[in-house]
């Protein structure tokens, strides 16, 4: 269970992500284009605090000397003549909604006919056929915007002009920014605006060969840099649980969740046919068709009845605000003991219900062994975690997507609940792991198990919860399971915990009331859903 979209986590990635880039600068050639715009960007006097916009005035390189293969639009010259300044800027969701249309283009539905959206297709932009597709502006609408200033000032005579034409109107730069015309009207393709709960990805995504700007992530979110996908994941044998290495078995786990809040478990006794087939019954239910899905879409955010099936895209809390969308459409339900909201959960696939309903009592049991092994671990009394606890699922689905370097599946978070296990066959996952992304290496009939913030305040900080997110790909959609065990009522740290040597470091609070609600505000950043909670040393 994510939450994403957040600005002050955005600090905090742009923290490890300025690092890496401090790192990464050193050695990479040959300098692009955009990069050296991106470089003129961080300038502070740049920036236009009342607008909140991120000007960027153009330099005077010419980038084809950094960028031999820089080709020149059709119809743009190299002869130096003033030209009225075109700007790239960085326009938040909420100027563009404040926008109005100028001239309408034509503006197709997301799930309309496939003649329509093969139209929507934009080439590469470096390309001359996108020029020309530029020119014809099939999808995008021309807008004018009451907070963006038309530019005032003509372009220095050596300013490229073809620098800017490369890109195709309504498209936004691997920066993220958007073009500006001189009179500070924009072009912006129209349909992501438009798209609501029930428009979700998995009905239109594959349609398209670039991503739509509501789906472009700021930069400081994006995976910048090679993340290595690796083997050394902890990997913890639970078939070993019951027997005579019990206790070394349970060393390793929570060793494991002290180091990385991340291991595989294997020999978990679930049937490798259930896995198999609740896969297939979750990758099925997302290529029904638009209108069959639609009926469980609705805005996850106004939901009231928490265990009913809820479908839904992106982020699911602020869908009709948030700044950017991330390329996930997720089914969630409870999965409890009572099985009453059973009946919410997709009719078709018509084996649904049988095989999640199995699939979600077998997730039960391993969650018990799990949070055996952790209170005994933990030196807790036998049976601490033994309390009915709320299940929940979430089938995520990540449809391919034209380019990873723009999006992410799921943005860093740290889970909200006890522990989290997942069944997932495509890679995708990464881990926030001393300052570093890594990836998650899938292994076959593995589930990945991780702790969530409660289990760092039950055993009074010693074990931690990592914080995670998912990264898409050109080739394959990944759809995971994700199993959420959540907490009782009352969090805080184990009484048996703490003492005169071990004051508690979180205050006790009522998970549901006072942490939920803080934990999916916008203040929420990985670890920072606990600080209110927090006993000062
Ligand atoms: O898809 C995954 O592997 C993880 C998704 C996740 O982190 C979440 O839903 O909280
Ligand atoms: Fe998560």
Known sequence: MSSSGDNDRHQQNLRVSQTKLAKKKKSRRPIDPEDIAGSISSAPERISHDTHLFAVPFGTADPRQY??????????????QPLLARRYEDLPLQVIRRARPLSAGSIPSPTGTSSQLSAMRLGDSNSEQSDTMADTLPLTQHFVHPDVRPSSTSTPSATPHYMMSALAPGQKDRLGRVMIEPDGSSRFLSFPDSLTMADLLSNWSSTLETVPPSYCIP???????????????????????????????????????????????????????LMDEAMKVGKEFFSLPAEEKAEYAKDAANDTNRGAATLYSSSAKHYG????????????????????????????????????????????????????????????????????????????????????????????????????????????????????????????????????????????????????????????????????????????????????ENPPQFKSFNWRIDFMPHYLSKKSVYHASLEPFKIDA
């Open 67 to 80: 960028y031999p293969n820089y080709r020149r639009p059709l119809g743009t010259s190299s002869t130096s």
């Open 219 to 273: 930069v400081h979110e994006r995976q910048l840099d090679q993340v290595e996908i690796v083997d050394n994941i902890p990997v913890i044998d639970l078939g070993k649980a019951n027997g005579e290495e019990r206790s070394v078995v349970v060393k390793e786990l929570l060793k494991a969740f002290e180091e990385y809040g991340f291991f595989q478990i294997i020999n978990h006794g679930v049937p490798v046919d």
């Open 321 to 500: 605000s948030e700044e950017y969308r991330y390329w996930r459409d997720v089914l969630e339900h409870s999965c409890n003991l009572n099985g009453k909201d059973k009946i919410s959960w997709p009719s078709n696939p018509p084996r649904y219900r049988e095989v999640i309903g199995a699939y979600g009592e077998e997730l039960r049991r391993v969650s018990k062994v799990i949070l055996g092994m952790v209170a005994e671990g933990l030196g807790l009394e036998a049976g601490f975690f033994d309390k009915e606890l709320g299940q929940r699922m979430l089938v995520n689905h990540y449809p391919a997507c034209p380019d990873p370097s723009l999006t992410l599946g799921v943005g860093g978070h740290c889970d909200p609940n006890l522990i989290t296990i997942i069944q997932q066959e495509v890679y995708g996952l990464q881990i926030l792991k001393d300052d570093e992304w890594i990836g998650v290496q899938p292994i076959r009939n593995a589930f990945v198990v991780n702790s969530g913030l409660p289990i760092t305040v039950i055993s009074n900080g010693k074990l931690a919860s990592v914080a995670h997110r998912v990264v898409t790909n050109t080739t394959q959609s990944r759809t995971s399971i994700g199993t959420f065990i959540c907490p009782h009522d009352i969090v805080e740290p184990a009484k048996s915990l703490v003492g005169p």
